[in-house]
């Protein structure tokens, strides 16, 4: 799609988004032109004082105008006579007072910015009414607020004094109507055109991702959505989703707030129109108050926020709250309109003539319309050409349905629109995501991260509750870019929603104990697989390339009950413990000291039926030797008492008789003596 279609697009959705507002703000316009056409109306908003300031503001207050819907009513109030200080005080306040953008600002970012924004618009239109009226009286300007209305009001404005029957005999509504769709629409139709244009440039030129990336410091970050803002056309109504979004990833909402009073109230065609209307001083007065009010405002706003720890990241964004064919048929009408202020402006001929001047070849208005006729035919038919880039593929659709798909990077052409249109795919994107997390603005102003409990808290199968925290990434499976691209209208949630869902099944079967110690590793892969698996049910050609714990523990109400169950788990397993290491030391000693104590037995045993039966042999031997040889065993037994009896002396033996020979040996001779041999020696 080339530069030329993206801006056409763009301006066309801006147009839709603005022309029923525009249209309202006309018809408000002619309406305001036939009540202020009396005179005591006039002359309230005509004076230099706070009054017509006060009055102008309060005028904005109930009126359903956006930023280019309240340009025609406020040039209205100026031919009608009021203060530049009263028509600034309109511009700015009216948009930002409008009941349905207070009622979205509620629905969005809750009841404080739903109170704050319209307060601090009302400031804003305050400060730069004043200002400006002030400057006024003290130097006043070439064209002072008392010179008279131009000559489309006179023509119904009542000449005689207040109280007179010229006074009260009514402006016909029909007067009303031409003043607003003929005489200021051909004022400010082409500031409005250009701004339209100038602020689809912005949108296609500036990337997506600067808008919503946090921009450093908050009063950085105002300074830049303030220079963004200014020049950028964005109602009241399609700030508040923008700003939402913006603060939900990671703006500050100070910043928000300066994006949500610069956007509405300035922009490049209301820029223009005021500078036509009230001079090149009331606009500067204009934006300088409005620069300075927004971020004076977004800096109270962060303490607010700061001082009462309230979160804007959770939030819905509504539904529009018109139908799309309104805005369709909104936006035609205003394009008819363009064409009959055009015709009555003469534009065409005023081109023909200019380039008749300046061009070396003759301009007629034949020329000139065949020429144009080829510019948008060829432009109409160059816009079929279309680049697929490296790590893209493209779906070519007819009428609504894919001709073809896995276009592969290169320049193709397609049929222009609305025959044919092209989307592309990302396949090498890789997304992240993370569950049990918000965003929120800390004490120094910047974004932290905080506990999410709808999201991180799951039902285990044990009836416990644990607080979870898990990233996830995803990318495209390849292959599958058609269902990739039209499968789901928001995959991001689609995926958050499967993985929710495998959480709950998996962990809904799962004790505490296994969840927080051993099977973590286990229990992600089971959920990586269940989320897959619903995944793939949807045909959403979405893979889920990782899934993770990031964190586990148990909620922060119950956090020191799960404490304390976990120090008795852990005592628990230290005793058991230390009873299998005590019961490992002693059964083995055990077993020792039993087979000792059968070894130390057996030996005994043997030890004392060795002994016994020697002792009995031993007997038996003395009792035989005592029968053969009486005195001689005797004998023998005697000296064995000495050296038992006096162990380790030495003993002499002296004989009863002379030459008597002690032969203590066994032998026939003795057995056969009569006389013992211990009688003998006595």
Same mark, same amino acid.
């Given at each position: 799609?080339?530069?030329?279609?993206?801006?056409?697009?763009?301006?066309?959705?801006?147009?839709?988004?603005?022309?029923?507002?525009?249209?309202?703000?006309?018809?408000?316009?002619?309406?305001?032109?036939?009540?202020?056409?009396?005179? *005591?109306?006039?002359?309230?908003?005509?004076?230099?004082?706070?009054? &017509?300031?006060?009055?102008?503001?309060?005028?904005?207050?109930?009126?359903?105008?956006?930023?280019?819907?309240?340009?025609?009513?406020?040039?209205?109030? *100026?031919?009608?006579?009021?203060?530049?200080?009263?028509?600034?005080?309109?511009?700015?306040?009216?948009?930002?007072?409008?009941?349905?953008?207070?009622?979205?600002?509620?629905?969005?970012?809750?009841?404080?910015?739903?109170?704050?924004?319209?307060?601090?618009?009302?400031?804003?239109?305050?400060?730069?009414?004043?200002?400006? #009226?002030?400057?006024?009286?003290?130097?006043?300007?070439?064209?002072?607020?008392?010179?008279?209305?131009?000559?489309?009001?006179?023509?119904?404005?009542?000449?005689?004094?207040?109280?007179?029957?010229?006074?009260?005999?009514?402006?016909?509504?029909?007067?009303?109507?031409?003043?607003?769709?003929?005489?200021?629409?051909?004022?400010?139709?082409?500031?409005?055109?250009?701004?339209?244009?100038?602020?689809?440039?912005?949108?296609?030129?500036?990337?997506?991702?600067?808008?919503?990336?946090?921009?450093?410091?908050?009063?950085?970050?105002?300074?830049?959505?303030?220079?963004?803002?200014?020049?950028?056309?964005?109602?009241?109504?399609?700030?508040?989703?923008?700003?939402?979004?913006?603060?939900?990833?990671?703006?500050?909402?100070?910043?928000?707030?300066?994006?949500?009073?610069?956007?509405?109230?300035?922009?490049?065609?209301?820029?223009?129109?005021?500078?036509?209307?009230?001079?090149?001083? &009331?606009?500067?007065?204009?934006?300088?108050?409005?620069?300075?009010?927004?971020?004076?405002?977004?800096?109270?706003? #962060?303490?607010?926020?700061?001082?009462?720890?309230?979160?804007? &990241?959770?939030?819905?964004?509504?539904?529009?709250?018109?139908?799309?064919?309104?805005?369709?048929?909104?936006?035609?009408?205003?394009?008819?309109?363009?064409?009959?202020?055009?015709?009555?402006?003469?534009?065409?001929?005023?081109?023909?003539?200019?380039?008749?001047?300046?061009?070396?070849?003759? =301009?007629?208005?034949?020329?000139?319309?065949?020429?144009?006729?080829?510019?948008?035919?060829?432009?109409?038919?160059?816009?079929?050409?279309?680049?697929?880039?490296?790590?893209?593929?493209?779906?070519?659709?007819?009428?609504?349905?894919?001709? *073809?798909?896995?276009?592969?990077?290169?320049?193709?052409?397609?049929?222009?629109?609305?025959?044919?249109?092209?989307?592309?795919?990302?396949?090498?994107?890789?997304?992240?995501?993370?569950?049990?997390?918000?965003?929120? =603005?800390?004490?120094?102003?910047?974004?932290?991260?905080?506990?999410?409990?709808?999201?991180?808290?799951?039902?285990?199968?044990?009836?416990?509750?644990?607080?979870?925290?898990?990233?996830?990434?995803?990318?495209?499976?390849?292959?599958?870019?058609?269902?990739?691209?039209?499968?789901?209208?928001?995959? %991001?949630?689609?995926?958050?929603?499967?993985?929710?869902?495998?959480?709950?099944?998996?962990?809904?079967?799962?004790?505490?104990?296994?969840?927080?110690?051993?099977?973590?590793?286990?229990?992600?892969?089971?959920?990586?697989?269940?989320?897959?698996?619903?995944?793939?049910?949807?045909?959403?050609?979405?893979?889920?390339?990782?899934?993770?714990?990031?964190?586990?523990?148990?909620?922060?109400?119950?956090? %020191?009950?799960?404490?304390?169950?976990?120090?008795?788990?852990?005592?628990?397993?230290?005793?058991?413990?230390?009873?299998?290491?005590?019961?490992?030391?002693?059964?083995?000693?055990?077993?020792?000291?039993?087979?000792?104590?059968?070894?130390?037995?057996?030996?005994?045993?043997?030890?004392?039926?060795?002994?016994?039966?020697?002792?009995?042999?031993?007997?038996?031997?003395?009792?035989?030797?005592?029968?053969?040889?009486?005195?001689?065993?005797?004998?023998?037994?005697?000296?064995?008492?000495?050296?038992?009896?006096?162990?380790?002396?030495?003993?002499?033996?002296?004989?009863?008789?002379? #030459?008597?020979?002690?032969?203590?040996?066994? #032998?026939?001779?003795?057995?056969?003596?009569?006389?013992?041999?211990?009688?003998?020696?006595?």
């Amino acid at each position: 799609m080339t530069w030329l279609t993206k801006i056409s697009l763009e301006s066309w959705i801006i147009l839709e988004e603005s022309a029923v507002f525009i249209l309202v703000g006309f018809a408000v316009a002619g309406a305001l032109h036939v009540v202020l056409a009396r005179r *005591r109306w006039a002359d309230w908003l005509k004076g230099l004082g706070a009054k &017509s300031v006060l009055l102008a503001s309060a005028i904005g207050l109930p009126l359903p105008l956006c930023s280019c819907g309240v340009l025609p009513a406020a040039v209205s109030l *100026r031919k009608q006579g009021a203060s530049k200080g009263a028509t600034l005080s309109f511009v700015i306040s009216t948009p930002e007072t409008s009941v349905q953008s207070v009622l979205l600002t509620y629905a969005l970012l809750g009841p404080l910015m739903a109170i704050y924004r319209p307060i601090a618009a009302c400031i804003t239109a305050l400060f730069a009414g004043l200002s400006d #009226n002030f400057i006024e009286k003290r130097w006043p300007s070439e064209s002072a607020d008392s010179e008279p209305v131009s000559d489309a009001c006179c023509a119904t404005e009542p000449t005689a004094s207040v109280g007179t029957q010229a006074d009260r005999a009514p402006v016909p509504w029909r007067a009303g109507f031409q003043h607003a769709f003929i005489d200021v629409f051909d004022d400010v139709m082409a500031w409005m055109v250009l701004g339209i244009v100038v602020a689809a440039v912005i949108r296609v030129a500036v990337p997506g991702y600067v808008m919503n990336a946090v921009f450093g410091p908050p009063l950085q970050a105002m300074l830049i959505m303030l220079v963004i803002g200014v020049p950028l056309y964005v109602c009241a109504e399609a700030s508040t989703p923008i700003a939402a979004v913006l603060i939900a990833q990671g703006i500050n909402p100070g910043a928000a707030l300066v994006f949500l009073l610069a956007g509405p109230t300035t922009n490049i065609g209301s820029i223009g129109v005021l500078r036509r209307q009230l001079g090149v001083r &009331s606009v500067t007065v204009y934006l300088v108050t409005i620069a300075v009010v927004s971020v004076a405002m977004g800096l109270l706003l #962060n303490s607010l926020y700061v001082a009462r720890g309230v979160d804007l &990241s959770r939030r819905a964004l509504a539904e529009p709250f018109l139908p799309g064919w309104l805005k369709a048929l909104g936006a035609i009408a205003f394009l008819v309109l363009c064409l009959g202020s055009i015709r009555r402006l003469r534009y065409f001929d005023r081109l023909v003539g200019g380039l008749d001047a300046i061009l070396p070849v003759g =301009v007629t208005r034949g020329r000139l319309v065949g020429a144009i006729v080829f510019f948008v035919i060829a432009g109409y038919a160059a816009s079929g050409l279309f680049a697929i880039k490296p790590g893209q593929v493209g779906l070519v659709k007819r009428f609504g349905r894919v001709a *073809r798909q896995d276009v592969q990077p290169g320049l193709h052409y397609a049929w222009p629109w609305p025959v044919e249109a092209v989307d592309k795919v990302d396949t090498r994107q890789v997304n992240r995501f993370e569950l049990g997390y918000k965003a929120a =603005v800390g004490r120094n102003g910047k974004t932290e991260w905080q506990e999410d409990e709808n999201e991180a808290w799951v039902l285990l199968g044990d009836e416990n509750i644990a607080s979870i925290k898990s990233a996830t990434q995803w990318h495209m499976k390849p292959g599958r870019s058609l269902a990739f691209a039209y499968s789901a209208a928001d995959r %991001e949630s689609l995926v958050k929603d499967a993985v929710r869902s495998g959480l709950r099944t998996v962990l809904g079967s799962a004790d505490i104990e296994t969840v927080f110690t051993t099977a973590q590793l286990e229990l992600a892969a089971e959920v990586h697989h269940e989320a897959q698996a619903i995944l793939d049910q949807c045909n959403s050609g979405i893979e889920l390339l990782s899934f993770a714990f990031l964190d586990l523990h148990a909620p922060p109400e119950v956090h %020191e009950a799960f404490r304390d169950v976990a120090s008795a788990l852990e005592d628990k397993s230290t005793k058991r413990d230390q009873a299998l290491t005590y019961e490992a030391q002693i059964v083995p000693v055990a077993h020792g000291t039993k087979d000792a104590t059968i070894q130390d037995a057996r030996a005994y045993a043997l030890r004392t039926i060795a002994e016994a039966k020697g002792q009995a042999d031993s007997f038996l031997a003395r009792r035989k030797a005592y029968r053969l040889f009486p005195a001689l065993t005797s004998a023998r037994l005697l000296f064995e008492t000495y050296d038992k009896v006096l162990p380790g002396l030495r003993k002499c033996v002296k004989p009863a008789a002379e #030459n008597l020979h002690l032969d203590l040996r066994f #032998n026939r001779r003795q057995a056969d003596s009569g006389k013992s041999l211990f009688d003998r020696a006595q």
